[in-house]
């Protein structure tokens, strides 16, 4: 696949709450998958690290009601989205949460993502 392939179903995967199917096809085994300073995990590697991190992420979750994904935006080996999630994170009340995502690919899959979004207080 080339990068506007894997941009597209990576998008549709995202738009149908399908994240497990996306790391499934998508990740290289040796993705990079990096958040801003202050998140609970800032940097991890390796695909087992980035499915805990998912995990993690669910079990944060009280429910999830929506994700929108903006098209892709391709240039080169890299692409870009934005993803907005209508969240109740639990203890917390109900909440949109909007990050800029950015990948690499590579060989057909996803090598690297980062993500920026102003992360919440944790504590």
């Not at 990079?32 to 980035?50: D, F, Q, T």
């Not at 993690?56 to 892709?72: D, I, K, R, T, W």
């Given at each position: 696949?080339?990068?506007?392939?894997?941009?597209?179903?990576?998008?549709?995967?995202?738009?149908?709450?399908?994240?497990?199917?996306a790391m499934n096809e998508?990740?290289?085994?040796?993705?990079?998958?990096?958040?801003?300073?202050?998140?609970?995990?800032?940097?991890?590697?390796?695909?087992?690290?980035?499915?805990?991190?998912?995990?993690?992420?669910?079990?944060?979750?009280?429910?999830?009601?929506?994700?929108?994904?903006?098209?892709?935006?391709?240039?080169?080996?890299?692409?870009?989205?934005?993803m907005k999630m209508d969240?109740?994170?639990?203890?917390?009340?109900?909440?949109?949460?909007?990050?800029?995502?950015?990948?690499?690919?590579?060989?057909?899959?996803?090598?690297?993502?980062?993500?920026?979004?102003?992360?919440?207080?944790?504590?």
């Open positions: 696949m080339n990068t506007q392939e894997v941009a597209n179903k990576l998008v549709g995967y995202c738009r149908n709450m399908q994240f497990e199917n998508l990740y290289s085994h040796d993705i990079v998958s990096i958040e801003p300073k202050g998140s609970p995990a800032e940097e991890v590697r390796g695909i087992e690290a980035v499915r805990q991190k998912g995990e993690q992420f669910e079990q944060m979750v009280e429910a999830m009601h929506g994700v929108e994904v903006s098209e892709p935006l391709v240039a080169d080996n890299f692409f870009s989205c934005t969240v109740t994170f639990k203890g917390a009340p109900r909440s949109t949460m909007e990050e800029v995502c950015i990948y690499q690919v590579a060989d057909g899959k996803i090598v690297s993502e980062q993500f920026f979004f102003t992360p919440m207080p944790q504590g």
